[in-house]
């Protein structure tokens, strides 16, 4: 009887042992390995559809079940084989990408611009089978203040999307396959509306034009029934009104500044952005010409970090800077036309302005002639969205 049991005892011991080699032996639940190209472009800048790109890989890092090819090495593999990884890829082209990251799936896709409005759309790569499983768009009719959160919607529905196609790959007998579990996207930030509230600082500059001030040696300045007229007469001197701003705006994500300039005689006119660092100043010429210049608090005169396209000179006329933290862009407006936008995820030779501690505006003088070159400015308006 005992040497039964004992008989007993030890099948049952080798069976449990061979189960549990056999699961041993099973993989780990793998996650699907995906790879995000940077979006092509029509009609907007080219940093843009890198930008949706980088939104899209951020939001996936964090899904379960979801492994997201690392940017550096795409781009490596895109130079050592001569493909193309960004701009307009066709399926062809991803599904090549796809088989020498190892990924399963390959998104594409397109930032379009109709006026104000802005489409996104995408679709997703089988790399095994070479075909697109589905389409995906999201539209901005904001324009550009509108994108971040087209581009959340967007991933929403490509993560909704991998809710089938991003699953574990094997799971051990009689065990249900696991559905994957998703981080909650980012609540969609609210777009800058004109109106005043306690996200705006509006200014009216025949009574008080803010402070600090900033003057030089050859400048002065004057509060005036039409508004606040800055003299410059002598070229490079100027005057520059700062306004310190609320707690609140300097954590904002987007940061915008409208200057209304009643009339300008020579004088070069502009906004700044003040941080901890530095400035950036967006300069409108009189004779049209448009550009970027940084500033360190060091004291230097500041540089020319980009020049843009030229604008409609004609007074009064309204000057606008604006800067989003989440896509990194500083963006200039002349005249309700956008002139200039500057990429600053990468660059490394700009100081921090950003939180910016204050915004201001000035005048500056382009020659040595009679009472001198000035401005005169009547309204300004700073609007934040948290």
């Known amino acids: 009887m005992n040497g039964r049991r004992t008989t007993w005892l030890f099948a049952l011991f080798a069976a449990w042992g061979a189960l549990m080699s056999a699961l041993l032996c099973l993989p780990a639940s793998a996650a699907t390995r995906v790879a995000v190209m940077d979006f092509a472009v029509n009609g907007v800048e080219a940093h843009l559809g890198r930008s949706v790109a980088e939104l899209i890989i951020t939001d996936l890092t964090g899904t379960a079940g979801c492994e997201v090819v690392e940017r550096g090495q795409l781009e490596r593999l895109a130079r050592e084989h001569k493909l193309q990884a960004s701009g307009l890829v066709d399926a062809q082209t991803a599904v090549r990408m796809g088989k020498l990251t190892g990924a399963a799936y390959v998104i594409v896709g397109s930032v379009n611009a109709m006026q104000q409005t802005y489409i996104l759309a995408a679709r997703l790569v089988d790399v095994q089978r070479g075909t697109s499983l ?36 094997r799971t051990p007998p009689g065990r249900p396959t696991p559905v994957p579990t998703r981080r909650p996207l980012p609540t969609p930030r609210p777009v800058v509306t004109p109106k005043a509230d306690a996200n ?20 002065s300045e ?71 210049r940084a500033n360190r608090l060091t004291g230097d005169k500041g540089r020319t970090i980009v020049n843009g396209e030229r604008w409609n000179v004609s007074w009064p006329a ?65 609007t934040a969205a948290p």
């Open 134 to 169: 589905s389409g995906f768009k999201s539209v901005s009719t904001t324009g550009e203040a509108g994108l971040y959160d087209a581009t959340v919607r967007l991933t929403g529905d490509i993560v909704a999307n991998f809710g089938g196609a991003v699953a574990p790959t």
């Open 200 to 219: 705006t600082i509006e200014l009216d500059l025949t009574k008080d034009p803010g402070r600090p001030l900033y003057k030089g040696a050859y400048a």
């Open 222 to 292: 004057s509060i005036t029934e039409q508004g606040t007229a800055l003299v410059a007469k002598k070229e490079g001197q100027g005057v520059t009104v700062n306004r310190a701003l609320p707690s609140t705006f300097m954590t904002a994500s987007v940061l915008e500044a409208e200057i209304l300039v009643q009339h300008c005689d020579g004088a070069l006119v502009g906004l700044v952005l003040t941080g901890k660092e530095g400035s950036m100043c967006f300069d409108a010429l009189s004779d049209g010409r448009t550009r970027i």
């Open 318 to 382: 309204v000057i606008r800077v604006r800067y989003d933290a989440r896509l990194k862009t500083f963006t200039g407006f002349a005249n309700g036309r956008r002139v200039l936008s500057l990429p600053l995820a990468d660059r490394k030779d700009i100081p921090a302005f950003f939180p910016s501690w204050q915004v201001g505006f000035y005048a500056i003088g382009r020659s040595d002639v009679g009472a001198g070159d000035y401005a005169v400015f009547s309204k300004l308006r700073i």
